[in-house]
């Protein structure tokens, strides 16, 4: 007998396939304080700036770093659509650029355990996030946690940043490793891609990157995509003490620069590719999936 979550993944992909799609990325690092939020922001400011449409999922529990950057305090956060009968439109907040903010709150690690009327109701909610934006962005919390491997494992297309640290690199690779180990990962259907955060040069970004690919082809099989570099940049500090994105505060930093040759670099791979893209609510629902099997 089909169980419930089959029937909604059979629902919901007959769904999509008639409501279009959104490109769903989670970022992601293997240790804290690398930059992984920042980068999250500044990132979704250069494809707002380009004309895409993007929403951030804050999905680093506990935390409020995506908010504090943004400026923004959001009145709801997912568990309010989940519980009391909020709308997409009513917890999406928006900040600069006409960026959306999604707050996770207990939201997202709340999904396990909803029935399947609440799952009715949720759905079509998550397929009006689809109609919403272009892309939307997910930042996950730091480190190896289980929800963290978790999102990586739902999402088609994901981000490791990295630093020059030694501990840096050495945690992303323990991040690729156990992701590696999960019988639910499917190389050929992932895209990985690095980025190298706080670098001197660029030839340095590309060392960190050749490191991680080396090992993780020859001991993971899995090849990994060079996304590119952000470069060290005192302007970065200051726009952190001011409590406001880089690319708002110095748009012509380096760092600035940066982010905008990743973000046309991410648009152009996205032009050149005809990999079909399934949206947020399809990763949910393999998000649900992985946790129920958990429990």
Not at 128 to 136: F, K, N, P, T
Request: hydrophobic residues 40%; aromatic residues 6%; charged residues 25%.
């Amino acid at each position: 007998m089909m169980d419930q979550a089959e029937q909604l993944r059979k629902r919901v992909s007959q769904q999509i396939q008639q409501s279009g799609s959104t490109r769903v990325i989670a970022v992601t690092s293997g240790k804290g304080g690398v930059g992984k939020t920042s980068f999250s922001v500044n990132l979704a400011i250069q494809l707002s700036k380009k004309g895409k449409r993007v929403v951030i999922i804050d999905a680093d529990f506990g935390l409020a770093n995506v908010e504090i950057m943004l400026g923004i305090r959001p009145q709801y956060n997912m568990a309010d659509m989940i519980y009391h009968d909020k709308s997409i439109d009513d917890i999406i907040t928006r900040g600069p650029l006409e960026i959306g903010f999604i707050s996770g709150g207990s939201g997202v690690q709340d999904l396990v355990n909803l029935d399947k009327e609440q799952m009715k109701v949720l759905i079509p909610k998550l397929l009006r996030l689809d109609s919403l934006a272009d892309v939307i962005i997910i930042d996950t919390g730091a480190g190896i946690s289980d929800s963290v491997l978790e999102f990586v494992l739902s999402s088609p297309e994901v981000i490791i940043v990295a630093t020059p640290e030694p501990t840096s690199i050495t945690d992303a690779y323990s991040l690729l490793k156990t992701v590696n180990r999960s019988k639910d990962f499917m190389v050929e259907e992932k895209k990985i891609q690095i980025v190298a955060n706080r670098v001197g040069t660029k030839e340095e970004g590309k060392e960190i990157y050749d490191k991680l690919n080396i090992v993780s082809t020859k001991f993971l099989n899995i090849q990994l995509e060079y996304l590119g570099a952000i470069m060290q940049d005192a302007n970065a500090s200051k726009a952190v003490i001011e409590q406001k994105p880089v690319s708002l505060a110095f748009p012509n930093s380096s760092s600035t620069r940066c982010y905008q040759e990743i973000g046309n670099k991410m648009l152009e791979i996205q032009e050149e590719s005809e990999e079909p893209r399934e949206g947020i609510a399809k990763f949910f629902l393999e998000f649900i999936r992985r946790k129920r099997r958990k429990y």
